[in-house]
């Protein structure tokens, strides 16, 4: 099976917990985009009736739109029953590591707002700790004064061996803009972080840092596809 289909199959049986009537947080990412076409698939088919979608970008909200879901967002529905969305990295306690497509903090706001959330990925994203991957972590922090802030980011975590570099675009090499407007710094951890709840603290109390892409203990469900099958772990 090809990591494209692994995405597609921990796709469809999370969509299996979508029910008529509720309010949906709509991820981000090449295993999301397979949930939100097989919602928007049940909802042509008329399996589906009545949902709103809660998109967490403005690619999701373009595919959503494209797709016939009805869409809103959390100033009209604070609370949404469910979301589905995939992660860059699963550790053994189901915390997280997502954001590498550059939608962390509507992610963050929306699934944060879920009374279950159901996260999806092929095997490869499971890690024995977060950032264990070696690849990137990112944070949102605002564009005033990046370098500044960029440089405190590293310092912070300068005991796990950190490297913390401002995400650019492939092509003209200027500064990656999120949705909100916003830089993401991207941290490499040589070693453990160690304390994720204090790393994250720590984090999110320098000024100028507008949320990161550590999601500790938010995840209800993790469905992971890999060769031998589908497992399902729960928190
Ligand atoms: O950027 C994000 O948060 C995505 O959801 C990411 O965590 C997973 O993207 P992928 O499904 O394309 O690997």
Redesign the pocket.
């Known amino acids: 099976l090809t990591q494209e289909e692994l995405?597609r199959i921990a796709a469809f049986k999370a969509v299996e917990f979508v029910k008529s009537g509720m309010v949906l947080g709509l991820?981000?990412?090449?295993?999301?985009k397979f949930a939100v076409e097989r919602i928007g698939e049940l909802l042509q088919q008329g399996k589906l009736k009545n949902v709103v979608g809660i998109p967490t970008s403005k690619v999701t909200h373009e595919q959503a739109m494209s797709l016939g879901i009805p869409l809103s967002d959390l100033d009209s529905h604070p609370v949404i029953d469910l979301a589905i969305?995939?992660?860059?990295e699963v550790d053994p306690h189901l915390n997280?590591?997502?954001?590498?497509?550059?939608?962390?903090l509507r992610?963050k706001m929306i699934e944060g707002a879920c009374r279950k959330f159901i996260v999806i990925?092929d095997e490869s994203?499971l890690v024995p700790y977060l950032g264990g991957s070696l690849l990137a972590m990112p944070v949102e922090i605002v564009p005033f004064c990046w370098k500044f802030t960029t440089e405190r980011l590293q310092i912070l975590f300068e005991d796990s061996g950190c490297v913390a570099k401002l995400r650019t675009c492939e092509k003209n090499d200027e500064p990656f803009v999120t949705d909100n407007g916003n830089y993401i710094v991207n941290l490499y951890f040589e070693k453990e972080i160690g304390d994720l709840n204090a790393a994250s603290d720590s984090i999110l109390r320098l000024p100028g840092v507008v949320e990161h892409?550590m999601f500790l203990n938010m995840a209800s469900i993790v469905i992971v596809a890999g060769e031998l099958g589908v497992t399902m772990k729960e928190k």
Request: charged share 30%; glycine share 30%; no cysteine.
């Open positions: 995405k991820g981000t990412g090449s295993t999301a969305d995939g992660a860059d997280l590591v997502k954001g590498r497509g550059g939608s962390l992610e990925v994203k892409g």
